[in-house]
């Protein structure tokens, strides 16, 4: 970042109006760029069809158009009295209510129209706009939120309906400018949507060598082993395998920060950190307890396990390695008690059985998925970084800091 640059951000930072801009309702902006409602740049879309032979149907979530059947758990989708609103390839949609006052906009790249809930608008820009540049003010900038927030009246959900959305006040650029920022933001969301791709491709290889790799039910050998390994796996208890198999111990809400020397783990994974520990080395760690009862997760090092968090260490037969992988896969969470907290008793994990290899064969197995586990942080990473170059870029164009040529 030059030092103009610079200079201009801490000036609009200090509320100094440098030359060539102006200050408006939504901010200090470049003096071209006017501020108007969105509305006067969109335009409704409010055709209906209950064609679900003809149109896929979606659902609008914060990951992007979803087909129904996915976001539902494999739920197909039926007739309605009213009817789905299409959209069209290039249109906008976005769900008309949120629980905690955020809401996403997502524009339909699936190459065909389809099909979503009467109740979600629909809509695309007028000529005079471009609805990426439009979108992405409305996904990301922080100033859209509090809007948002000034929607709800009472009640636990937020509702935002395309009248009150039209009334949002935005600064835009002379239309050429609005494609370039599109341009620049849209080149960065394809990088990132490579990364997430990639991403998606290796959890969908870990879970094909998973299946693979682990003997099937009724079976004593895998179909995938190493080579040198033939003997076939025993059946054993949990609580068999391991020298430790135990809940951790509570902890002040109070004495979790944001940093910290050790990391605490609780029922739904990891809570924050704190200045002391009760637990040093390598486990496997199951949610006991809470929304992600079952969920795993390993931890080397030291560190603190709450209640909710059961520590598993394997004993000198078995790898705690290993033994994370076999429980992430055993899905833990359909042993959890029927009620209002979901949960695992301890006492009756530990007399689970399941069939497992000799150690050796158990650390190549545990080192192999760890090597893939790496590669998934890695592209996680990757993706992170680029998703931080998106929002400094739209914190410069967006705002007009940084203007595009």
Avoid at 244 to 250: A, N, P
Wanted: net charge positive; proline share 4%.
């Amino acid at each position: 970042m030059d030092k103009e640059i610079k200079e201009r951000i801490a000036a609009i930072n200090s509320g100094i109006i440098p030359e060539g801009y102006k200050k408006t309702k939504v901010g200090i902006v470049p003096v071209e760029w006017e501020v108007e409602h969105i509305g006067e740049h969109l335009q409704e879309y409010r055709e209906l069809s209950n064609d679900i032979e003809k149109y896929p149907v979606y659902s609008s979530s914060r990951k992007g158009l979803i087909p129904q059947s996915d976001y539902y758990d494999q739920k197909e989708a039926t007739q309605t009295n009213l009817g789905y609103k299409i959209v069209p390839v290039g249109y906008v949609t976005y769900r008309h209510m949120s629980d905690d006052d955020i809401f996403h906009f997502n524009l339909n790249t699936t190459g065909k129209s389809v099909l979503v809930s009467s109740e979600y608008p629909v809509f695309n820009a007028k000529s005079n706009a471009n609805l990426y540049y439009i979108i992405s003010c409305l996904n990301e900038m922080p100033r859209f939120r509090y809007f948002c927030r000034s929607q709800k009246l009472g009640g636990t959900r937020t509702r935002l309906y395309y009248k009150n959305l039209s009334m949002y006040q935005l600064s835009f650029p002379p239309l050429p400018e609005q494609q370039k920022i599109a341009e620049i933001l849209s080149t960065q969301d394809k990088l990132i949507e490579l990364q997430e791709k990639k991403i998606e491709q290796l959890k969908e290889l870990k879970k094909a060598y998973l299946q693979k790799m682990f003997p099937k039910k009724g079976s004593k050998y895998p179909e995938l082993r190493f080579k040198g390994f033939t003997d076939p796996w025993e059946q054993r208890k949990l609580g068999d395998m391991c020298d430790e198999f135990q809940s951790g111990k509570s902890i002040k809400a109070s004495e979790i920060t944001d940093s910290g020397r050790y990391a605490v783990y609780g029922g739904n994974g990891f809570r924050g950190y704190t200045n002391t520990y009760n637990h040093d080395g390598d486990f496997a760690l199951i949610g006991r307890q809470g929304a992600l009862c079952g969920n795993m997760n390993f931890s080397s090092g030291k560190a603190y396990f709450t209640e909710h968090a059961v520590a598993v260490h394997g004993n000198n037969d078995n790898d705690t390695l290993f033994l994370y992988y076999l429980l992430d896969l055993m899905n833990l969470g359909q042993y959890s008690g029927q009620s209002a907290q979901p949960g695992l008793a301890v006492n009756k994990i530990i007399q689970l059985t399941t069939k497992v290899p000799n150690i050796a064969e158990q650390k190549q197995i545990s080192c192999f998925f760890k090597a893939l586990d790496n590669l998934i942080t890695l592209h996680q990473r990757k993706s992170e970084q680029e998703k931080q170059k998106k929002k400094a870029l739209m914190q410069l164009l967006l705002t007009g800091i940084v203007r595009t040529k």
